[in-house]
């Protein structure tokens, strides 16, 4: 893999690999873009296949960091961290330990969160090496829920733009993944009086989704083929690809997983087939909003109104997209990279 020529392809700033011998850690910190402030983004723990295979993805979660911050009007830059290793692992102090140090040593240039295979007991970890790290215990904690809440907004907004009107009463939505984010969705949309077919891959998670909301069990393999209003990834990236293009029989795509596209070109597939889709980082900024309220001091329910945001933003994505027509992950790609141009302007006179 040519390193060098990765970073350039999506303009990246800076790469730093880290090892700590006597824990087994192994750690990438990837650093897309400080235009607009410090570059933020989770610690993500996991197995990866190969070395290329972390820095592939390291690289492309920055990115989608920058854009989320951009769109979402914080003074963020993007960044994020991999962990390489079995997130299951019970020996987690001196790993996260040795990631402290990692992220110490960059000054603040980047700033840490949890994420997939990481929680906030693991920043507790990190909060003695470094104080570059948010979401912690006691303060704004488990983003999951209010991402869950910016999600239900984005919803609405989409609901709105392919319908007419926001109310979520009455439509089918199929949820995939019951997690952090995905739980707390189906107790918003329950109470929005929608209709839930859910599924996940840990049966313990969909049978508390059916007993505490009244949700519908799906297989995972067959959330795709499933004639329903909405469908809202809320697990793994990568599943809007060439396999599950042509059996989704939705009108709407719009969750809260990260990388939903698998190519760009999926972006175009679905504007094309005529499903509204809502740009993954714009709709899951909920996150974002609650540890940068977190580093400005904020209430919670100053960081819930600035996810509440994440309806207006993507109404202005489909305005812009309907007028080009042009796919929304397009014109979200272009409203984002229009205020770091602008801010940059700034900077440099
Ligand atoms: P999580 O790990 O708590 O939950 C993910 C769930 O998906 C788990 O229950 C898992 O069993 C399930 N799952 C995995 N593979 C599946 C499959 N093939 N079919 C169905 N279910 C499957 O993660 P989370 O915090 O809820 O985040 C969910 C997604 O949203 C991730 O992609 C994450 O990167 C993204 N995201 C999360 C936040 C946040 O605040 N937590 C913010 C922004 C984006």
Known sequence: MEIFEAMATKEHDQLVFWSD????????IAIHDTTLGPALGGTRFWNYASEAEAITDVLRLARGMTYKAAITGLALGGGKSVIIGDNHTTE?????????????????RYITAADVG?????????RKETQWVTGLK????????????GVCQG??????????????EGRHVIVQGLGSVGYHLCKYLAEEGARLSVADIEDERVRKAVADFGATAVAPDDVY????????????GAVINDDTLDTLKVDIVAGSANNQLAEPRHGEALHEKGIVYAPDYVISAGGICSVYGELEGWTAEQSMEKARGIYECLLQVFGKALLEDIPTSQAA?????????????????
Request: charged letters at 30%.
């Open 21 to 28: 011998v006597a824990s087994g850690y192994r750690g990438i």
């Open 92 to 108: 987690r102090e001196a790993i996260f330990r040795a990631h402290g140090r990692a992220i110490e040593s960059l000054g603040g």
């Open 118 to 126: 990481t929680s906030v007991d693991d920043m507790e970890y990190l």
């Open 138 to 149: 006691g303060r704004s904690g488990d983003p999951g829920p209010i991402t869950a809440f």
């Open 155 to 168: 919803l609405k907004a989409c609901a709105r733009f392919r319908y007419g009107e926001e109310s979520l």
């Open 225 to 236: 083929g499933i004639d329903a209003d909405i469908f809202s990834p809320c697990a793994l």
């Open 333 to 349: 790609d272009s409203l984002a990279r229009r205020r770091i141009a602008e801010a940059r302007r700034v900077r440099d006179g």
